[in-house]
């Protein structure tokens, strides 16, 4: 069953107390909203306690990743990448980059994380944005043929590299939006647009942080 507002935020509290949701416009597609971290959540110190349950329930999904907000305006200024495609946007966090593609008029859009809260999320972005969505906990488990890989932000751990070869294994085409990853030398991507931006909210990343490049393969 999914959840609704209320019931995710209580789902956030569990692990962050005084955190609480919020609907937002994004500043460079403020035609997408999406429900993320308020700007007020707690930043003091915190307890042992639960510091060590935000590292073992990583709250990737109430963020808009700088690289999320670029992809995300990349596709609705450029539809014709995933018009009438059958789209997976692996790691989908918050849902920005899934409900973009919907938007840019993916014919299909599978929104993929390990994280139920991601998936929950991802759903409640998707129905403030009127787009429908399909979900998926297991990339290995998706069935049918994929037109277009679309990730934003994953590369944050070297272990995840490892990723790059499967997507282009799985689909003919593969979008990559990344700021951690500086000297990035993985063909078949190459490069095809660099942008700036931030985190919403705003986590004052410094400056090489800001800086996306986006990537395709195929």
């Not at 109430?62 to 009438?84: D, K």
Request: glycine residues 4%; charged residues 25%.
């Amino acid at each position: 069953m999914s959840l609704c507002h209320e019931q995710l935020q209580a789902r956030l509290r569990a692990i962050l107390p005084g955190a609480r949701l919020e609907v937002m416009a994004l500043p460079e597609t403020p035609q997408l909203e999406l429900l993320l971290l308020s700007a007020d959540y707690p930043q003091g110190d915190l307890t042992s306690e639960v510091m060590q349950r935000v590292m073992d329930n990583p709250l990737y999904w109430v963020f808009c990743w700088a690289s999320g907000q670029v992809l995300a305006r990349y596709l609705l200024t450029r539809p014709e990448r995933v018009r009438n495609k059958r789209v997976l946007d692996f790691g989908c966090g918050s849902g920005v980059v899934a409900v973009a593609a919907a938007l840019a008029g993916a014919r299909e859009v599978i929104a993929c994380d390990i994280d139920p809260l991601a998936l929950e999320a991802t759903r409640l972005n998707a129905e403030l944005n009127g787009v429908t969505l399909q979900y998926a906990d297991d990339f290995f488990a998706v069935q049918g043929e994929i037109d277009m890989i679309i990730v934003a932000d994953v590369l944050y751990d070297r272990e995840n590299f490892c990723w790059l070869q499967r997507f282009v294994e799985r689909a003919p085409q593969v979008l990559i939006a990344d700021s951690r990853v500086k000297h990035f030398d993985h063909p078949p991507y190459r490069q095809i647009d660099r942008r700036e931006s931030c985190t919403l909210p705003d986590l004052d990343e410094s400056a090489e942080f800001r800086d996306v490049r986006l990537y395709l393969a195929g």
